[in-house]
């Protein structure tokens, strides 16, 4: 099962996990969330683009193999 801590040092952002614990943003919310809503959020919080799109591309490359992108909440 993928954690929110794994997912993100996967793509080298664990710098970011305690701000993602901090606004209540856990894998549940990065599987469901739109992908436009998603950017919004990750803007409101002030992601740089570009870790906003590695966050978005790796959620979508899991999304499309959906037996790998198993639910684990911290």
Known sequence: ME????????????????????NEIDMELLKTLPKEDLNELLKDIELKPGTRRKIISKRETLLENKGTFKLKLK
């Open 3 to 22: 954690s929110l801590e794994s997912f993100l040092k996967s793509i080298g952002e664990d710098r970011h996990l305690e701000t993602f614990m901090e």
